[in-house]
Nanobody, 120 residues
Framework: QVQLVESGGGLVQAGGSLRLPCAAS????????MNWFRQAPGKEREFVAT????????YYADSVQGRFTISRDNAKNTVYLQMNSLKREDTAVYYC?????????????WGQGTQVTVSS
């Protein structure tokens, strides 16, 4: 089992950047593929990005491709989401999620989320 805690959210102007860390508990972090999802007000939760156990493989939603980067530091038990060129439509609660399998849209473990608000 792994516990996840996101941070780094906040208010940012359109065109700006934020980096979201997600810290994981436990000694088996490198056994988990890591993911980011988001949920905007009134919308369903949607996939944002995923990386495999050492970060060698990544995949992004079309809406963030080229603007967001997922990375991980297994020595620090942390996965990051670097968000650049933010748009108002990126406003959402961002969740990190973990699963031993790569590429799942329903990971087993979830954090509590961190709010990102992009203003015009």
């Amino acid at each position: 089992q792994v516990q996840l805690v996101e941070s780094g959210g906040g208010l940012v102007q359109a065109g700006g950047s934020l980096r979201l860390p997600c810290a994981a508990s436990g000694r088996t972090f490198s056994s988990y593929a890591m993911n980011w999802f988001r949920q905007a007000p009134g919308k369903e939760r949607e996939f944002v990005a995923t990386c495999d156990w050492d970060g060698g493989r990544t995949y992004y939603a079309d809406s963030v491709q080229g603007r967001f980067t997922i990375s991980r530091d297994n020595a620090k038990n942390t996965v990051y989401l670097q968000m650049n060129s933010l748009k108002r439509e990126d406003t959402a609660v961002y969740y990190c999620a973990a699963d031993r399998s790569y590429g799942l849209m329903t990971p087993a473990y979830w954090g509590q989320g961190t709010q990102v608000t992009v203003s015009s």
